[in-house]
Structures are given as structure tokens and as C-alpha cells.
């Protein structure tokens, strides 16, 4: 398999773009683009392609790299290290007391090659049967009662998940974990009623608390519950156990510092939060809270830490219901420093569904995690908002909860720890928790059994208003146009105030009874009406009934024929469309062990043509047929009439095969024969369109398998997501009229330039007659979208949408050409970012999901990338993309920018057709108020105070203080950019967006290292040819020469000859002979040292014609035999020896052409 490329363009490309400068304006010039190990191009092929089809006109894909040495000629290095040549593995290594740690940065592929070896871990269970002892002993039926306990543990044991979990012993928490939040006075109160039996007295002390009852066991259960929780995370955070859940009571979210309240001692989930982050240092914790009462306790202690976000779905109608709390309205954000990681979503009315929570999730919780990056989450597990709970009184079904969890368990590395609260429908709870349990074993998500309904108002209005007061806060919550104050004045009558699209921020308050002396003990619980509560048993039966929890026991089953290799490009070689792709992605899944893991489907099964005739006209599969051993010439003059198609004598076996295995895969999933599909097939198909080959593809693979699957398996729902790069015009045009089919597309548009071109793939194309309604198009207009862009298109608008359906079952058009590293693409989404958004869809159509191969033509990146999918359909953690940890401290990217305003276009046409956006389409007001909490916008604030430019054109380290070019001037066509010395900060701050774009990364050169003894500067040569191939390959790639032998070697990124020699002889220093960096194997650094000059400047004076300027702060010695200390003195030297500032490697990776 070919070595990962490592930058953003490819390995080659670095290299020979060692300098930021202006591209040269000579008439022999032109823009020169190489090709790297991975990428596929022919040589000098200028390529209209697509993805599974081309790209737009002025994409050129270039082998041979022939104006390689003229472009490394336009600029000399300096004397401080240049450009870094690649990202290195992420890591920090310690120098000793003696050298500072140094950071390094990480290769695009890292996290991919991390997850080769990781497979599922077991889910952690801890529970403890004497939980079932605390209950009220002067109130028999107290909601708060053992059954609770007892009913999860049976449903659990029922559906068989209990076995299936790594069961954890149970312990108790220490005083001192305890005192970690709440006094001691508070913990020796509850200590003092361990045992006694007195149930007056316990009942008068239990009167003076909220909601509280107090038995001889409650103290030492308690003690277990938080010890239980504690335990759990321990075992989360050292790796034992991928997630867990921890089945316990009491209860413990509204216990507060030295108060007991709401059935709750000690506060389980908030102790175990600060626990984690006392002794295991985490920084950033996420706790999701969606019981039906507001968790105060736990939000009181975190509402000044910005390390926790705290995030509560709670019942409140203004305040009239329990707990009864100010602080429990929206506008509680946080204080201090942890203002913004406050949120509460308060529910103003009873009844809430499915479809309101599901909009929560999707519409704030999520982005605002993915923002955050939490490195662990703990959800306070409450199913009082469940179907049948008296309490709480809302509609979500038990189905609906591992729908709320799935998409957090591809986030903060899979460390999701449940932890029970409160529920008091015995049934709704146990089943609710029990298939919680579930989904974190990794079972499929159970189809909800109820059509989704429109968000209520009321929780429209509350979502609208927490959005509003966490703008400030958060980058993704920008999607909601704003308005201005003056233009809410402006609507005079009542009618234009009723009608517009303003959202006017109003807070109400209600409240509850005023404060008692003593609370009521006895005849708490109030029932519901006999009628309702028959109504809610009933409903809750049917669901149970209906809801299928049954699954394959074979989770993935995996298409791929060898015989598909034999459609190639006859006359173009090097065409991006090549068989190698599908090979490689093999190679990858047998290398990632894989294979062995899928059901194999078996090779040779061809499309009929009345199957391929689903979705195109008999005369084109007529016309492809022919093609069958027509003479390769004949062929490419027809291949020349189509857009971007070349013809094989093959391609109708090839193109029958590829439709032929999707189908086997469509019959192996909707048979229940396996759970989900990947089919690594080609030629790719999502452009071909009904009457004609296009775009690289031939028949349209997808719209084949949709439309097989409606006509032989009766389906009447199938949503198609086609993530390739480039719009699929054909699966559109055959499905534009067809309401079975929901189209969902997100590509690279670029206002119609980007191919297939023209306006077919815009927001406002929503298909026809019947069809209107069922194709979403989320067209991108700008290049560089990444994760980030991707998961928010995913979670505001793609899901939502495709929740509403329904499907039964989603085909994925898994074009990888978005992928980082893609020729084609110019995006940067990591195969990390595909395995997160194919976990999001598995969630739908109960896990039946087929993801099918279309472009992507860099072979590393699909490779990863349909690794990445596979591992995350067979269950395997995947590492969570880095999607914005430190958003809030970097300015928005021109892609986010425009990401954002795709997406508002996309909601504003998409919300006529699908009522679970209906309420996006609102404005919310620029500048909020609402008194109490509304902070000044920090971001922008510290924002405006930078007051950083971007120059066009970049300087790079080194050279003289008077030698420079201010970076606006044009320089004549050749000339050479003139530097000037500076600081790393004065660097650093004046690049400050491209280092935060990932367009610019640094690396810290060592300033000496221990191998420098080894090195014999006298007996240097006076020249080191820079064009010396590899000694053991022949390769002229990426060269380097040992400076103890002068062996000429190549990188780790060609073949790792060089690597090899370094291990083999104890060599570990070499020169690149692309930009004249040093490299210290034994170290694992770059180095910049005095001692290496004479080496650089031999290199120098063959590759640049002239000697390298000095410019190292120690005087320059004849016979090279420097200190080993920094910058070349004594290692006992003092600091204050010399001035002279480390140096730095700066890469900048621009795109040299804007068309791509």
C-alpha cells in the first residue's frame, strides 16, 4: 500500500513549495501542482473530472512534477530552518531538565493509523442489589420507591444485557471524595441517621428538607451510589471500559453543597465530574441532564468552571414547576469564567414528544459538543420525561432515548458514562433505561414506531431564546439570521407583529409556592387520572410491541470483485478514476484486519439488464453493452462524446459488477442477514444519468440498489446521502418526481462553476411534482470545508430532515473526494470526520446502512476514509475529530463563513417542506436583553483588540533587516522574495489566521542535540549533489544524505530507505535534499545547530549556485568545529551566552490556484 501523504496538498508539493512567495510571473511558468504518494495523476493531464465524476475546469493533476526544479529554484532558504515538510506525529517529548518540551505536529493521517488496533471495548455496568433497601417507611407509595431500582435490573436481564456487560464491583465513596463539594457538616448530618430506626425523628428531620426521605440505609447507600459513579468514570478515563452505565439510587443531581433536596444526598454525577478533573486532570467535561427537574445542584457547582458545560432539558413552565428556581430559566449562562458553559432549555408546557428533544439535541447540544470537545461526558440519566410519567408529564417514548445518546457516543474518544436519576413510570422507565443500556452495547438504534410531530411553540420560543444568549459564546450557533432593535419598532399594528419573522426575546416568570418551614412527608405522589394513566399503559404496550429490537448477528457485509479492476483508461494511465482506488481500500481493510470480520459477499454477481433499466433507458445499457471488445481507440473517440467518460472493452462487466454488488448488499441487509453494507466498488455512479454515461460513471449504482429495493422489497422510504465533493446529477435527475426517495446531497458548488457545473446542484432545487420537497441540496461555495462545516450541515440540517422521513433504509454515496489530502476536492474533511457522520446515520432505519464507494481520488485518503466508515459500522472506537476545542479564541474562517451562510439559505428553502425546521426560519435580535447574566461578547471584544493582519503574501524567517518587499508589491516574474528577520512572536502574531486555518504550522527545531558529536565538519564536502537519487529505489522523490556516510537515501514517505539506513548504521542525522532540513532520527526532531553549516551550505551551493548566508549569532569558525551547546557554544555556557533567538520552521500550504 502506498505511504500516507502528509500535508494538505501532498508530500512532493511541500517540498518544492519550501518558501511563501509569489507565484513567478514568467511566460515559461505556470502553476505547477506534483503529485504526491497517494494522489493519482497522469502525467500533464488536465483534468474537467469528477468525483465519481470530475472537477471543475482549471484542475490540473500533474505526474511528473517537470516544473519541480524550476519552482525550488525560485527562492533560496535561509539560514534558520525552512519549512516544515510534513506534519510529524503528534507528541511531546521531554529534553530532560536541561530542554524545554517541544510539540510537534501530527501527521493527516494520524488519527486513522491510531484506530488500527483499537476494536470495541465492553461497556462497564455497576449497580448494587442492596440499592433496592432505601425507600419511605412512612409512605408506601412514594414515587421515589425500589421498584425504580429493581424493574431496570429485570428488564435489562430480559433483553439479555446484563451478561453482555463488563459488571463492575460496586464501592462506596471515601469522606474526602464526598468533601470534594459538599461541607462536612453536611456529610456528618446524613452519617448520623446511618441505623437509626426511629422513624418519627427521621421523618421530622427528612420534613425540614425538599422532597426528602431518609432511611437507616440512606447513608450508606448514598455513599455507594457515589462510589459507584466515581468507580465508573475511573474505569472510563484509564481505558478499561469504552462506556458504561451506572444503575444506582438515590439519586444524586439535586443535591447541593450543604443541602439535601429532590430525593437527593449526595450529588453523584457532579462528584465523579470533580473528581475526574482533580485527579485525572481533564479539562473539558460535558453533563448532559435530561431529567424532568432542573438539576440545580449540579449546576451551581460548576456555573463558574469553564472546564464543565453543564447542559439541562428540564420542565419549568415558568417557573410554577419543581424546583421552583429563577436560575433554572434560559438566561442562567454561567458567571465568571464560565460564562457560556451554562445552558438550560426550559420546557414551558407538558407533552412535550420525540420530535421536540430530538430538536434540542440536534439543533443546540451537539453543535455546542462538538465545539467544546469534551474529553468525557456524563449524562444524568432521568426518564421522568418519558411516556407515562406522572411527574413529568411529557410524551418521549423509550425509544427515543438511545437516539438522544447515539450521537454522543462518537464523541470525547466514546467515554460516555449514564448514570440514573430520576423516572417514576415503572414501565417507560425501565424499558427507557434498559434500551439505553443497549444502544451503548452497540446495538442499532430501534426505529421510532410514532411519525415524528412539529416542535411545539413553546419549545420553540425556549430554544430560539437559549440560542440568543449563547451567540456570544459559541461560533456554531450563528445559523439564525439576526435583526436589529429599530426594525421590531417599525411593526406598528398588531397584525405585522403576529406575522413576522422576529423573535422577540421575553422572559416570564410564574414561580412556585412561597417557602414553608417544614415540607410535607406523607401523600406526595399524585397520580395521574385513572383514564390518562390507562391511556399512557396502553400506548406504552403497543410500543413495546412494535418496536423491534431484534438484529443480524453478522454486523457488516463487505462487496468488492477483483474483476472490477479491468476498467481502465487505456490512453491516460495516470486518469484519477483508476483501479487502483478500490484495490488500495482493500489492501487497507485486510491490513486493519477487517476482512475476516464481515460476511464476504461472493464475486461475480452482474446487474441484469432489467435491474440496471430501475433507474436508465434500455438504449443506454444497450449502447454500453456494445462497447464489449470494441477496439481501444474507436472506444476513446466515443468515450471523447460524453463529459468526462472514458470506455474500456470492459466497462459494461465492470459497470454490471459495481450495480451488482451494491445489490447483493441491499439483498443481504433488507433479508436480515447482516446489519449494514460496504460496497468498494467502480466505475462510481452518481453521475450517470438516465440516458447517459458522465462524470467517470457509468451506470448510477445508488439509484439502481433505491430502486430495487422499492420494487423487490416494497419499501416506500429510502434516503439517499451523497457526500462526494461533486453533485450527483444523475441520482437527482432520476428521482427528482419520486416522493420514496429523499435526495440529500452536500457538495462542492462554487455558484454553479465547480462540476458538473450549472444550476442543478443550488439550495433552491428541491425536485418535482410528487418529488417537491424530497432533494435537499447543501452546496458549498468556497473550498477548505472540514469537519466542522460537515457535522453542522449534518446535525441542523441533513439529520433533522432525515429523522422526519424516516427511512427504511439509507444508502450512503460515499464519495471521498471532500476528503483532506484530495487532488480533486480542495477539502478537509479527516477519515475520522466520514466514521463520525456514518455513525450519525447508522442511527436511522433501525442501523440498515450501505455505504457505497463513488469518487475520491487520492488513495491514502479514501483508503482511511472508507476504513474509518467500516470499523465504525462493526462497532471499533474511532478517534473523535478535532472539530474547534479552541474555537472561541480564533477568528472565523472564510469556509465556516460561508458554510453558514449555505446553511442559512438551505433551512430558509428546506423549512417549506419538512415542519422539523420550521422554526429556524426565525431572527433572533442582534443585541439580547434580559437583564441578569447578559454578559458583553468576550469573543468579539478580544476580537476587535488584535488588530492582526494577514498579508497575501507571507515573509518567511531569516535573511537581512533591510531586505524586504513590502508583501502588497508584485515582483518581477522569477525574482526571489526578500525576508527580513523576526522574532517568533512577531511571526507568529502576524500570521496568526493561517497558523489558526491550519493553512500555516510550526515546528520547533532543536537548538542542539547530543548526535551532533558525531558529525565531522572538517572532513565535509565541499558539495552535496541535491539531485542524487536514492541509493537503494531509484527514487528522485524526497531524498535525503546521511551527514556521517553520504549515503543518498529516500524519506519515510516514499519507501523509508533513509530510516532504514539510520537504524541499520547508527546514522541518525540527515539532510533533505528538497529544503536542507536536518533531521534527528534518534531525537525525532528537527534540529538547527552552527555544527550543520557546512554541511547546508555544500548542499547550497549545488542547489542554489551561490553560499548560504550565515546567520547564527557565534562567529563563524573556519574549520566548522563548533560547541555542542545551543547556538553553537559550550553545553556549559550560560544562557546569556548569545541573543540569538531559537529558530523556527514555518510551512505555509496555500492554494497557488483558486479555481481548485
Request: aromatic share 8%; net charge negative.
Amino acid at each position: 500500500m502506498s505511504p500516507p501523504i502528509v500535508t494538505r496538498r501532498s508530500a512532493q508539493q511541500a517540498k518544492i513549495q519550501t518558501r511563501a512567495m509569489v507565484k513567478s510571473k514568467s511566460a515559461a511558468g505556470g502553476t505547477t501542482a506534483a503529485t504526491a504518494a497517494g494522489m493519482i495523476g497522469g502525467s500533464g493531464n488536465s483534468s474537467n473530472s469528477s468525483s465519481g465524476g470530475g472537477s471543475s475546469s482549471g484542475n490540473s493533476i500533474s505526474g511528473n512534477g517537470s516544473n519541480a526544479g524550476d519552482q525550488r529554484k525560485a527562492g533560496k532558504p535561509s539560514a534558520a530552518l525552512l519549512e516544515a515538510k510534513r506534519r510529524a506525529r503528534n507528541m511531546l517529548k521531554n529534553q530532560g531538565n536541561a530542554m524545554a518540551v517541544q510539540e510537534t505536529v501530527t501527521d493527516i493521517f494520524q488519527n486513522a493509523m491510531n484506530a488500527k488496533g483499537l476494536v470495541r471495548g465492553p461497556t462497564a455496568l455497576i449497580y448494587d442489589e442492596t440499592m433496592s433497601q432505601h425507600c419511605c417507611l412512612w409512605d408506601k407509595e412514594h414515587y421515589e420507591c425500589p421498584e425504580r431500582f429493581t424493574r431496570v435490573l429485570e428488564r435489562c436481564r430480559e433483553l439479555s444485557l446484563v451478561e453482555r456487560c463488563n459488571q463492575l464491583p460496586s464501592r462506596a465513596a471515601t469522606k474526602e471524595e464526598i468533601l470534594l463539594l459538599h461541607t462536612e457538616e453536611h456529610f456528618e448530618r446524613l452519617k448520623q441517621t446511618a441505623g437509626i430506626r426511629d422513624d418519627e425523628r427521621m421523618e421530622e428531620l427528612s420534613s425540614r428538607y425538599d422532597s426528602i426521605f431518609i432511611h437507616p440505609s440512606t447513608f450508606e447507600l448514598s455513599l455507594l451510589a457515589t462510589g459507584s459513579t466515581i468507580e465508573l468514570v475511573d474505569q472510563l478515563i484509564t481505558g478499561k471500559a469504552q462506556n458504561g452505565m451506572a444503575i444506582i439510587r438515590p439519586p444524586g443531581h439535586h443535591a447541593m453543597k450543604a443541602e439535601f433536596n429532590g430525593y437527593c444526598f449526595f450529588n453523584n454525577v457532579a462528584l465523579a465530574a470533580q473528581h475526574a478533573l482533580d485527579v485525572h486532570k481533564l479539562q473539558r467535561i460535558l453533563i448532559i441532564d435530561y431529567d424532568v427537574h432542573h438539576g440545580q445542584g449540579t449546576q451551581r457547582f460548576f456555573y463558574n468552571d469553564p472546564r464543565v458545560v453543564y447542559f439541562s432539558i428540564h420542565r419549568f413552565e415558568y417557573g410554577s414547576f419543581w424546583p421552583h428556581l429563577k436560575e433554572s430559566d434560559y438566561h442562567a449562562v454561567g458567571s465568571g469564567p464560565g460564562t457560556g458553559y451554562n445552558f438550560n432549555v426550559p420546557l414551558n408546557t407538558i407533552g412535550m414528544t420525540n420530535a421536540d428533544y430530538l430538536a434540542i439535541f440536534q439543533q443546540l447540544l451537539l453543535p455546542v459538543a462538538l465545539e467544546f470537545q469534551p474529553e468525557l461526558i456524563i449524562v444524568s440519566a432521568g426518564y421522568d420525561a418519558a411516556l407515562g410519567c406522572p411527574e413529568g408529564e411529557m410524551e418521549v417514548t423509550p425509544a427515543c432515548y438511545p437516539h438522544l445518546l447515539n450521537p454522543l457516543l462518537r464523541l470525547a474518544d466514546s467515554r460516555v458514562a449514564v448514570v440514573l436519576e430520576g423516572g417514576y413510570c415503572l414501565d417507560s422507565l425501565a424499558e427507557g433505561a434498559a434500551l439505553t443500556l443497549r444502544s451503548l452495547l452497540g446495538d442499532p438504534c430501534p426505529p421510532l414506531v410514532e411519525p415524528l410531530v412539529l416542535p411545539r411553540p413553546e419549545l420553540t420560543k425556549a430554544l430560539l431564546n437559549c440560542i440568543c444568549l449563547h451567540r456570544p459564546h459559541w461560533r456554531c450557533l450563528q445559523l439564525q439570521r439576526t435583526y436589529e432593535v429599530a426594525e421590531l419598532t417599525q411593526l406598528v399594528d398588531q397584525e405585522k407583529e403576529k406575522d413576522n419573522d422576529l423573535h422577540q426575546i421575553v422572559r416570564i416568570w410564574i414561580g412556585g409556592p412561597p417557602p414553608v418551614d417544614r415540607y410535607p412527608t406523607r401523600d406526595t405522589a399524585i397520580p395521574l387520572p385513572p383514564e390518562k394513566k390507562a391511556r399512557n399503559l396502553a400506548r406504552l404496550q403497543v410500543l413495546r410491541t412494535e418496536t423491534k429490537l431484534s438484529m443480524p448477528p453478522i454486523r457488516v457485509c463487505y462487496a468488492y470483485d477483483p474483476q472490477m479492476l479491468e476498467h481502465s483508461n487505456l490512453h491516460d494511465p495516470g486518469h484519477p478514476e483508476q483501479p487502483s482506488r478500490i484495490l488500495h481500500i482493500h489492501q487497507m481493510h485486510e491490513e486493519y484486519a477487517l476482512l475476516a470480520r464481515m460476511k464476504q459477499l461472493p464475486t461475480g454477481r452482474t446487474a441484469t439488464t432489467d435491474e440496471v433499466c430501475l433507474a436508465h433507458t434500455r438504449s443506454h445499457v444497450n449502447s454500453v453493452r456494445r462497447l464489449l471488445g470494441r477496439d481501444p481507440e474507436e472506444l476513446h473517440q466515443l468515450g471523447a462524446g460524453y463529459n468526462s467518460v472514458y470506455l474500456h472493452p470492459r466497462t459494461f462487466d465492470c459497470a454490471t459488477l459495481a450495480a451488482g454488488a451494491v445489490l447483493q448488499a441491499v439483498e443481504s441487509v433488507l433479508r436480515g442477514e447482516s446489519r449494514s453494507g460496504i460496497c468498494n466498488v467502480r466505475p462510481p455512479g452518481h453521475h450517470a444519468e438516465p440516458d447517459q454515461p458522465h462524470g467517470f460513471c457509468i451506470f448510477n449504482n445508488v439509484a439502481i440498489a433505491a430502486q430495487y429495493a422499492i420494487r423487490d422489497f416494497g419499501l416506500e422510504r429510502v434516503l439517499i446521502v451523497d457526500w462526494d465533493v461533486h453533485h450527483g446529477n444523475g441520482t437527482q435527475h432520476i428521482f427528482e418526481s419520486n416522493p420514496k426517495v429523499l435526495y440529500i446531497s452536500v457538495h462542492r458548488y462554487e455558484h454553479g462553476a465547480f462540476f458538473p457545473k450549472g444550476p442543478d446542484g443550488n439550495f433552491d432545487v428541491v425536485g418535482k411534482g410528487a418529488g417537491r420537497g424530497f432533494n435537499v441540496n447543501i452546496p458549498w461555495n468556497k473550498k477548505g470545508m472540514g469537519d466542522l462545516e460537515y457535522a453542522l450541515a449534518f446535525q441542523q440540517l441533513i439529520m433533522p430532515i432525515a429523522y422526519e422521513f424516516n427511512p427504511q433504509l439509507v444508502l450512503v454515496s460515499a464519495g471521498f473526494d471532500a476528503a483532506i489530502g484530495d487532488p480533486l476536492g480542495g477539502c478537509k474533511v479527516t477519515p475520522e470526520g466520514y466514521g463520525l457522520l456514518t455513525h450519525w446515520l447508522s442511527a436511522l432505519a433501525g442501523g440498515k446502512i450501505i455505504v457505497c464507494l463513488e469518487g475520491g481520488y487520492n488513495v491514502n485518503s479514501i483508503s482511511y476514509a472508507m476504513t474509518m466508515c467500516t470499523k465504525t459500522l462493526l462497532g471499533d472506537p474511532v478517534p473523535t475529530p478535532q472539530l474547534g476545542a479552541m474555537a472561541l479564541q480564533k477568528q472565523p474562517t472564510v469556509a465556516f463563513q460561508s458554510c453558514v451562510e449555505t446553511l442559512q439559505a438551505c433551512l430558509q428553502v428546506q423549512g417549506q417542506h419538512w415542519q422539523s425546521l420550521k422554526f429556524v426560519g426565525k431572527r433572533l435580535p442582534r443585541e439580547p436583553f434580559v437583564g441578569e447574566n447578559n454578559n458583553e461578547d468576550f469573543l468579539t471584544a478580544s476580537l476587535r483588540q488584535l488588530n492582526i493582519t494577514n498579508d497575501s503574501v507571507p515573509r518567511v524567517a531569516g535573511g537581512a533587516e533591510g531586505d524586504r518587499t513590502d508583501s502588497g508589491e508584485e515582483r518581477p516574474s522569477g525574482s526571489k522574495p526578500k525576508v527580513k528577520v523576526k522574532t517568533l512572536t512577531e511571526y507568529m502574531a502576524e500570521h496568526k489566521e493561517a497558523l489558526e486555518q491550519n493553512e500555516m504550522f510550526a515546528v520547533y527545531p532543536l537548538k542542539t542535540c547530543p548526535h551532533l558529536s558525531l558529525l565531522r565538519p572538517e572532513e565535509a564536502p565541499l558539495t552535496i549533489n541535491t539531485k542524487a537519487a536514492c541509493s537503494e529505489c531509484d527514487s528522485l522523490a524526497e531524498n535525503w544524505v546521511c551527514l556521517s556516510c553520504r549515503t543518498v537515501a529516500c524519506g519515510r514517505y516514499v519507501n523509508e530507505h533513509m530510516q532504514m539506513h539510520s537504524l541499520c548504521s547508527d546514522h541518525p542525522l540527515a539532510l533533505s535534499l528538497s529544503d536542507l532540513s536536518v533531521w534527528c532520527y534518534a531525537c525525532s526532531a528537527y534540529l538547527d545547530h552552527p555544527r550543520l553549516y557546512v554541511f547546508l551550505n555544500a548542499a547550497h551551493m549545488d542547489k542554489f549556485e551561490e553560499p548560504m548566508a550565515w546567520t547564527y549569532a557565534c562567529q563563524r569558525r573556519e574549520d566548522g568545529c563548533y560547541g555542542l551547546g545551543p547556538d553553537g557554544r559550550n553545553e556549559d555556557d550560560g544562557p546569556g551566552s548569545s541573543s540569538r533567538a531559537g529558530t523556527i520552521c514555518i510551512q505555509l500550504e496555500r492554494n497557488n490556484n483558486d479555481s481548485n
